[in-house]
């Protein structure tokens, strides 16, 4: 597991130290090792966290006639199996890593390898004869990559930091990123909230050639073909490839262990690696005691049944909350508008005093259906049918229910599931996880964004109506998945210098999950129907009963508590940049009508909370206002 870093020099002449420079900008990723690559047209850096073949595979890794180079950033899960048919056809390592093992497959089968390969990953080759530079990542998109192109030249890393340092970059707000953030709570592929740096899409390799550039998708995510199947030889299938799997993702020479949230899916992943492996398992968990959203009992089962070697952390406003804070500023790249990015924080420096690598249960909700979010969309449809204006007053009506300081009260999934029922369905389904609606966002901003949301949207809406929620779990499969949930788990992980594998989006799962019946993911009000099934007899039956809890922290509780001082200077300081975009009257009386209980928007407020503290840390300028000021919000919150 690496960083990896570099960039052609076609028509300009960087110091030779610049490599060097971009390259220690992802020392944390990779601390036990780091090395670069120069030459007249590419220079790669890399920096290693050593998981396999500890005392080789340092990168970057050349050929055998030295004409070409990679550096790597993943785990290869196959790679033994690929590696004897390549010997077979006659090739010799001199390591037994599984990047020595991408680098001769790229050499037998060019570009077509990366449909070989199974695993997580992003790489760099440059072939000097040709001067040709080639990038990939994996199918689902678990390990990043972003690219910037500068003239005929391009720029790549693992992280944007590693772009960032190039002072040739502006650092520029993306404005079809930030349309897409300020609702979605993410910025989707390709965008980034950097304009002109881009993300390597999922399942993609891109191919740079003395400064053209052409882009292929080696794989995609499959459209929904449900085929007749029973339900046991369903389960059947799904115990087969869930275990192979997790066998697979065992492979390591360092400790490894288990982050355990106490639901279906990190339990499913315990189980299963608990049959396989034949020593004890670490397993590592963050709880909120006193809340009624704490996990503690449900943990507690799973350490007894597969006796554990536990640790837990209870997060608190005790622990260094706004400390945690600001160093999400520097290591999530992009700000995550997602406040489970911060118990991930803790969690992944939890973990790292005993484990270097972990499993996690991240893609069985997008993958089988877990999300409320599908059912919010089946009910919306119902709600639709009343009349408008009864819908209208049923909001009003919910207005006088006093706010609550519970993580997702009652009332908050009330009012967001009417007023997204008065939205299209593709809008809604972003608003049920998101945080502005359209008109919210129009209050907030003094200039008009360019429609990076509807763009996105607008692929969704042509799926609609589809076979109930496939539409939906596509979408959140190619977007909320690697955008929101994978970059969460990389850089948070990362920081702390532990890898994060998750068992569940091995590409064969993803595909025999579009291949299933509709009913087989949420059936009635069960969701993920055909994992709890097939998980009855083996996990204790409050772990399969108990409903779905977020992995994120009480915000509106916090920010009228303990980071109620943080937010309030972070939007004081942030009106001194950035008053020629926002309206900080509007973003007043949001952070006003949250204090005094008015409305639940602690998720909003978060997202403008980290927004303003990544554009300080980075220096991202926003452009100056080229329209009057925007009217205030109507209260519709």
């Not at 996990?295 to 260094?320: A, C, F, K, W």
């Not at 290591?331 to 973990?351: I, M, N, R």
Request: glycine share 8%; hydrophobic share 40%; charged share 25%.
């Amino acid at each position: 597991m690496c960083g990896i870093v570099g960039f052609t020099t076609k028509d300009w002449s960087p110091d030779p130290e610049r490599i060097c420079a971009a390259t220690d900008t992802l020392l944390h990723r990779g601390p036990d090792q780091q090395g670069v690559f120069r030459s007249l047209g590419c220079s790669l850096g890399a920096t290693r966290l050593k998981i396999i073949d500890l005392a080789a595979g340092d990168q970057p890794i050349y050929s055998g006639d030295r004409d070409s180079v990679i550096v790597f950033n993943g785990e290869i899960y196959n790679h033994m199996e690929v590696r004897r048919e390549l010997e077979s056809l006659g090739h010799r390592f001199q390591s037994h890593c599984d990047t020595e093992t991408v680098l001769q497959a790229f050499l037998e089968w060019d570009v077509d390898c990366f449909a070989r390969l199974r695993g997580m990953f992003a790489a760099a080759i440059w072939t000097n004869s040709e001067q040709r530079l080639v990038l990939a990542r994996d199918r689902v998109g678990i390990k990043p990559l972003y690219i910037a192109e500068r003239g005929n030249d391009i720029l790549f890393a693992s992280e944007l930091k590693g772009i960032l340092v190039h002072p040739e970059i502006e650092r520029h707000l993306c404005r079809e990123g930030l349309d897409c953030y300020l609702s979605m709570n993410y910025v989707p592929s390709p965008w980034t909230l950097v304009e002109g740096i881009h993300k390597l899409p999922a399942g993609h390799w891109l191919e740079w050639r003395n400064g053209e550039i052409k882009k292929h998708a080696y794989w995609q995510i499959p459209e929904a073909s449900p085929i007749a199947v029973s339900l046991d030889e369903a389960k059947r299938k799904l115990d087969g490839l869930i275990d192979q799997s997790v066998r697979e993702h065992l492979m390591s020479d360092v400790p490894l262990g288990v982050w355990l949230s106490g639901g279906v899916d990190s339990s499913t992943i315990l189980h299963y690696a608990a049959q396989a492996s034949s020593s004890r398992l670490r397993t590592f968990s963050i709880s909120f005691n006193g809340h009624s959203f704490d996990e503690s009992p449900y943990i507690r089962q799973m350490v007894e049944r597969y006796g554990t070697e536990h640790e837990q952390l209870d997060l608190n406003p005790q622990e260094d909350l706004e400390g945690g804070i600001e160093e999400l500023t520097y290591y999530s790249d992009e700000p995550s508008a997602d406040s489970g990015a911060l118990p991930v924080w803790f969690l992944a420096k939890l973990c790292k005093t005993r484990c270097t690598v972990a499993f996690s249960g991240e893609g069985a909700d997008e993958v089988f259906g877990g999300y409320l979010t599908y059912r919010a969309n089946q009910i919306a449809a119902r709600v639709k049918h009343l009349p408008r204006q009864a819908i209208v007053l049923a909001l009003q009506g919910l207005r006088l229910w006093p706010a609550s300081n519970e993580k997702i009260s009652l009332e908050y999934k009330l009012k967001r599931l009417l007023q997204g029922s008065l939205m299209s369905p593709e809008q809604a389904h972003v608003y049920w996880n998101g945080t502005f609606s359209k008109a919210e966002k129009t209050a907030l901003l003094k200039d008009p964004l360019p429609p990076g949301l509807a763009d996105v949207l607008a692929r969704l809406g042509r799926s609609l109506p589809g076979d109930g929620i496939a539409p939906y779990l596509k979408f959140d499969q190619e977007y909320y998945l690697p955008d929101d949930i994978l970059v969460k788990s990389d850089r948070m992980s990362m920081a702390h210098a532990v890898e994060v594998r998750p068992p569940f989006l091995d590409h064969r799962i993803i595909e025999f999950a579009a291949s299933l019946p509709t009913d087989f993911k949420v059936r009635g009000s069960c969701q993920k129907f055909l994992l709890k099934e097939l998980m009855q007899s083996k996990l204790p039956p409050a772990v399969i009963q108990r409903s779905k809890i977020g992995f994120d922290i009480p915000t509106h509780d916090w920010f009228r508590g303990p980071l109620r001082s943080m937010l309030m200077e972070t939007l004081a300081a942030a009106e001194t940049e950035h008053s020629g975009l926002f309206c900080f009257d509007t973003i007043r009386r949001y952070t006003q009508l949250h204090m005094n209980k008015s409305i639940n928007i602690g998720y909003h407020l978060w997202g403008l909370m980290i927004l303003f503290l990544w554009m300080k840390r980075w220096k991202i300028q926003s452009a100056p206002s080229r329209v009057s000021a925007g009217q205030l919000l109507p209260v519709e919150l």
